[in-house]
């Protein structure tokens, strides 16, 4: 395929790929890569299922063009578990049932990783308006934020 | 289509120039992707201005602030700067989609994507910014609200390139403050905003003041009105009345699915009183 090379770096591992001048990260991600734990929910930048941390900004990759991509760093939901360790995060998602469905949660979990980066002793209210860009049709957020509340208190205690 | 990514502000601007079809630049992408994968438009060549040195900064200058075209708006949040000397303008471009779009989005994409509810504009108008715009015949510069002329246009021409909007320097005892009515707290457009930048003496009486109404009319609205009754008196009661009259009297709204044009005049007098007695409290009046 006549197409844009771009080399990138993925969850800490160097990259190549070739696309179209007019795909989407998100695309490249699931179609090109395999790598389908970031979700096409509304593809406007609305829903947040696609979210992923680009250069340490969290950013809904349905709105950034794959050959954006050049050079900069990527982090999706598959970087975040170490082997069969899973990231606090994910391992209290599980324990407050903080998710139905599913097909918010990886969006969810790098909203929410990217948040505790930031501000690692969140309030309530900032978890809220922090989370507010991901949209969740199942849950109530209440179990989100819960689980969030309560993995920001188990990683403070580890670090 | 063709993507590119130019290093300079001059090959960006020849590009756009020399292209035979349409033309798109990039910076944020929060509207330019939804308009392509919506099929609004599909431009032959999209030029991404991130690479172009300093378009990602925030530079204090002598004269003030030149904040570059492609710097998202979280990175005006982060600017301890620039938040002190311009709150209402960074409050403004804080309100801009969410946390996932903030991290894209810029102001200048919000002024050329020329929405009349676009929630920097007001802020920036009210602040006396100005584009920097460089173009196939040099570089100009322009009052911001020279820029959209109607919803969805610019005053720009093929091959012009904003790179920067610029703030000046505050004189002491100013304030500025930006306030919208939505029905929900985050993630949505305005029905009504407002922003006002005010600058007053050591009795607190205003010396200088503008006001902007967002989504009121097919642009941004400067009320010169609400200078004149705020200009020589203090934010009391009876000048704020004065104010919400002017306010909602210059207001040209349209009735739409966010509000009906009556509601949009009344609600633009209340949000006018609030962004004052906000941005006069910033300046330091009691």
């Not at chain 2, 584009?131 to 015949?137: C, D, E, L, N, R």
């Not at chain 2, 949505?188 to 902007?212: F, H, K, P």
Request: net charge neutral.
């Amino acid at each position: 395929m006549a197409g844009i090379a771009v080399s990138t770096t993925i969850n800490g591992d160097k990259v190549e790929y070739l696309c179209h001048p007019d795909e989407t990260l998100l695309e490249v991600l699931r179609d090109r890569l395999g790598l389908t734990g970031a979700k096409e929910g509304c593809g406007t930048g609305d829903c947040g299922a696609c979210s992923i941390i680009l250069d340490d900004r969290l950013v809904c990759s349905c709105l950034v063009l794959a050959p954006e991509a050049e050079g900069r760093r990527v982090e999706t939901i598959e970087g975040m578990a170490h082997g069969d360790k899973l990231h606090p995060l994910q391992q209290k998602f599980i324990e407050h049932a903080a998710l139905q469905c599913g097909v918010c949660t990886p969006g969810f979990l790098m909203a929410a990783k990217d948040l505790l980066t930031k501000n690692p002793n969140p309030t309530e209210e900032e978890i809220r308006f922090g989370l507010a860009g991901n949209l969740c049709r199942c849950t109530g957020y209440d179990k989100i934020v819960r689980a969030v509340q309560d993995a920001a208190s188990m990683m403070r205690g580890a670090a | 289509m063709r993507y590119i990514r130019p290093l300079s502000i001059d090959d960006a601007v020849t590009l756009i120039e020399g292209s035979a079809g349409t033309a798109a630049i990039l910076a944020g992408g929060s509207d330019l992707l939804v308009r392509m994968k919506g099929g609004f438009i599909e431009p032959d060549l999209i030029v991404d201005i991130k690479s172009i040195d300093g378009l990602r900064e925030i530079r204090e200058t002598p004269e003030g602030f030149s904040i570059g075209a492609a710097t998202p708006c979280a990175v005006l949040r982060e600017n301890t700067a620039l938040t002190k000397a311009w709150p209402g303008v960074v409050e403004a471009a804080s309100l801009i989609g969410s946390k996932q779009v903030q991290g894209r989005c810029t102001i200048v994409g919000n002024l050329c994507n020329a929405s009349p509810a676009a929630d920097s504009v007001p802020a920036l108008v009210a602040a006396n910014a100005r584009a920097s715009i460089v173009g196939p015949s040099g570089r100009r510069v322009v009052p911001v609200q020279a820029v959209p002329v109607g919803p969805g246009k610019t005053s720009l021409v093929k091959g012009e390139v904003i790179d920067a909007i610029l703030l000046d320097k505050r004189p002491p005892r100013s304030g500025d403050a930006y306030q919208r009515f939505t029905p929900r707290t985050e993630m949505d457009i305005a029905v009504v905003s407002a922003g006002a930048n005010l600058t007053i003496d050591e009795q607190g009486v205003i010396v200088s003041a503008r006001l902007a109404l967002g989504a009121v009319a097919p642009t941004v609205l400067l009320v010169e009105e609400a200078a004149n009754v705020l200009v020589g008196s203090k934010p009391d009661e009876a000048t704020l009345e004065r104010l919400a009259t002017v306010c909602s009297d210059a207001c040209r709204p349209i009735d739409d699915k966010r509000g009906t044009a009556a509601y949009r005049k009344k609600v633009a007098g209340v949000l006018a009183k609030r962004v004052v007695a906000a941005a006069y409290a910033r300046a330091g009046g009691k």
